[in-house]
């Protein structure tokens, strides 16, 4: 620890951010990093806590308190204090395969844990992660790590999202044959099309793949496993298979009229996007879509916020959130003390947009749709609201949210996005493997494992814990990898 006063002396500083009006122009990211000096600074700011929960990764009143990965945060924080940034990489190194990712998607799990939240602002250690792998990138730091010698044992990584990259990377340096399988025309799963470019730029993705194919990872694109390769045939061909298809089924809402045109899943609609983006090499951004329309998103999570900035660059005419949920409170309440994870309102990068074009929050909570209205050619064209409150369920005794009579109203929508969340893996993957599965229709294991009620098939990532977090999918990629590895040899020391 090298300033032991840091917290005393110095404020909570982070990137600078565009302006909400300018950054919309485009699709790029839009935070300027702090100079070298400053994020020094910020490093000054750990305390060296005797108990560190921001790297405890553990579970505390059923959510996730500090990092998943369980990085090294004091010891790196420490590190970018004193400036001796290799070391720094090399330490971050040890325990995170993407720190490039996390460091511009993650919600900071380490920074919510941090002590300082106690009478203060939290070390910004995202931030420092981020200055970290982004100075080893400049300085050449990050090269290829090819095994030095090869077991021949071979192994299928199904997805190619964070738990399937983070298997491959650990399995491929291991020094196993690596072949990771992609349905999309391009690597990279929720990385790829279901994060937004200006969240995440996807030349960030791709300068990593080049690292990992140069240490010897085969990629296979456009290729559907369960349709186009049977899982036999896989099974036959490799000595081990890894399933990370992401929880892959989107919540729907059941209601009139959702049979009407311009209704999309959130993932559907962010996909077309950034395909657009990329297939143009970003000279062409399909405005058409929202360009002079009501857009109605539904979901007030990380991918609806998504659905709202990328609304917004789209040209929209309005925009609206729902959440069934009610507004959280802008502090933590005594029953949600720290180092648990804080339920209070985050207002994202969308709906910071939103504000700034519209002048209001697009937001609406405690509310939902009943019903959608179609015009003459069967588009969208109104969604009918209701507000909601919480009721006890007299045969569950279960609190829910129920209707509250009288308040229906109409709403203009020509544009629906339903970002409701995820229902696990899809049925045609885990049929072809004849993988149990559990009643949320996640791949089933014994706790803390990864090896499926198949012999030789493992499971990572979304699909196995359901919809999460992409730390927490590099942490299950990771862990996986482990798992088969000892399977494979009979020890790991990954």
């Given at each position: 620890?090298?300033?032991?006063?840091?917290?005393?002396?110095?404020?909570?500083?982070?990137?600078?951010?565009?302006?909400?009006?300018?950054?919309?122009?485009?699709?790029?990211?839009?935070?300027?990093?702090?100079?070298?000096?400053?994020?020094k600074?910020?490093?000054?700011?750990?305390?060296?806590?005797?108990?560190?929960?921001?790297?405890?990764?553990?579970?505390?009143?059923?959510?996730?308190?500090?990092?998943?990965?369980?990085?090294?945060v004091?010891?790196?924080?420490d590190?970018?204090?004193?400036?001796?940034?290799?070391?720094?990489?090399?330490?971050?190194?040890?325990?995170?395969?993407?720190?490039?990712?996390?460091?511009?998607?993650?919600?900071?799990?380490c920074?919510?844990?941090?002590?300082?939240?106690?009478?203060?602002?939290?070390?910004?250690?995202?931030?420092?992660?981020?200055?970290?792998?982004?100075?080893?990138?400049?300085?050449?730091?990050v090269?290829?790590?090819?095994?030095?010698?090869?077991t021949?044992?071979?192994?299928?990584?199904?997805?190619?999202?964070?738990?399937?990259?983070?298997?491959?990377?650990?399995?491929?340096?291991?020094?196993?044959?690596?072949?990771?399988?992609?349905?999309?025309?391009?690597?990279?799963?929720?990385?790829?099309?279901?994060?937004?470019?200006?969240?995440?730029?996807?030349?960030?993705?791709?300068?990593?793949l080049?690292?990992m194919?140069?240490?010897?990872?085969?990629?296979?694109?456009?290729t559907?496993?369960?349709?186009?390769?049977?899982?036999?045939?896989?099974?036959?061909?490799?000595?081990?298979?890894?399933?990370?298809?992401?929880?892959?089924?989107?919540?729907?809402?059941?209601?009139?009229?959702?049979?009407?045109k311009?209704?999309y899943?959130?993932?559907?609609?962010?996909?077309?996007?950034?395909?657009?983006?990329?297939?143009?090499?970003?000279?062409?951004?399909?405005?058409?879509?929202?360009?002079?329309k009501?857009?109605?998103?539904?979901?007030?999570?990380?991918?609806?916020?998504?659905?709202?900035?990328?609304?917004?660059?789209?040209?929209?005419?309005?925009?609206?959130?729902?959440?069934?949920?009610?507004?959280?409170?802008?502090?933590?309440?005594?029953?949600?003390?720290?180092?648990?994870?804080?339920?209070?309102?985050?207002?994202?990068?969308?709906?910071?947009?939103?504000?700034?074009?519209?002048?209001?929050d697009?937001?609406?909570?405690?509310?939902?749709?009943?019903?959608?209205?179609?015009?003459?050619?069967?588009?969208?064209?109104q969604?009918?609201?209701?507000?909601?409150?919480?009721?006890?369920d007299a045969?569950?005794?279960?609190?829910?949210?129920?209707?509250?009579?009288?308040?229906?109203?109409?709403?203009?929508?020509?544009?629906?996005?339903?970002?409701?969340?995820?229902?696990?893996?899809?049925?045609?993957?885990?049929?072809?493997?004849?993988?149990?599965?559990?009643?949320?229709?996640?791949?089933?294991?014994?706790?803390?494992?990864?090896?499926?009620?198949?012999?030789?098939?493992?499971?990572?990532?979304?699909?196995?814990?359901?919809?999460?977090?992409?730390?927490?999918?590099?942490?299950?990629?990771?862990?996986?990898?482990?798992?088969?590895?000892?399977?494979?040899?009979?020890?790991?020391?990954?």
């Open positions: 620890m090298g300033k032991p006063t840091g917290f005393l002396e110095y404020n909570r500083e982070t990137a600078k951010v565009l302006p909400p009006k300018v950054r919309i122009a485009n699709f790029k990211e839009f935070r300027t990093p702090l100079n070298k000096e400053k994020q600074l910020q490093g000054a700011r750990c305390m060296a806590c005797g108990v560190p929960f921001c790297q405890a990764g553990m579970m505390i009143g059923g959510m996730a308190s500090g990092c998943p990965l369980h990085n090294l004091p010891e790196t924080n590190l970018v204090f004193t400036g001796n940034w290799k070391q720094a990489f090399l330490r971050l190194n040890k325990t995170h395969s993407f720190p490039e990712f996390t460091s511009r998607v993650c919600p900071a799990l920074e919510a844990a941090c002590t300082c939240n106690l009478n203060g602002e939290p070390v910004s250690t995202k931030e420092n992660e981020r200055a970290i792998i982004e100075t080893a990138y400049a300085e050449g730091w090269v290829p790590q090819p095994p030095k010698v090869r021949g044992k071979t192994i299928a990584v199904i997805g190619s999202g964070p738990s399937g990259l983070a298997a491959a990377q650990q399995l491929n340096r291991r020094g196993h044959n690596v072949t990771v399988f992609e349905r999309s025309d391009r690597i990279g799963g929720l990385l790829r099309y279901g994060i937004p470019n200006m969240k995440l730029e996807k030349s960030v993705i791709d300068r990593r080049k690292l194919e140069a240490e010897g990872v085969k990629f296979v694109t456009n559907n496993v369960g349709v186009d390769i049977t899982a036999e045939e896989l099974l036959k061909k490799y000595d081990r298979v890894i399933l990370c298809c992401g929880a892959s089924n989107p919540r729907d809402i059941k209601v009139p009229g959702r049979d009407a311009e209704i899943f959130a993932v559907d609609f962010l996909k077309k996007v950034t395909k657009t983006l990329l297939d143009s090499d970003f000279t062409k951004a399909p405005y058409e879509e929202a360009r002079g009501h857009v109605l998103v539904i979901g007030g999570g990380d991918t609806g916020n998504d659905c709202v900035g990328t609304s917004v660059r789209l040209g929209a005419k309005s925009v609206t959130q729902l959440e069934m949920m009610p507004m959280p409170p802008t502090e933590r309440a005594a029953s949600n003390p720290w180092p648990e994870w804080p339920k209070v309102l985050k207002t994202d990068y969308g709906q910071e947009e939103a504000i700034a074009v519209f002048g209001h697009p937001r609406v909570y405690q509310t939902t749709v009943t019903e959608f209205i179609k015009d003459k050619n069967g588009n969208v064209c969604a009918r609201i209701v507000k909601l409150k919480s009721e006890k045969k569950t005794g279960r609190m829910m949210m129920v209707p509250v009579e009288g308040t229906e109203e109409v709403i203009p929508a020509d544009l629906v996005l339903i970002a409701a969340g995820f229902l696990g893996s899809q049925k045609y993957v885990t049929d072809a493997f004849k993988v149990a599965t559990t009643a949320r229709t996640n791949v089933e294991t014994k706790p803390e494992a990864y090896e499926t009620s198949v012999p030789r098939v493992f499971t990572a990532g979304d699909m196995h814990r359901g919809q999460s977090l992409v730390v927490w999918a590099i942490r299950e990629g990771r862990e996986a990898a482990k798992a088969v590895d000892e399977s494979l040899m009979g020890y790991s020391y990954l």
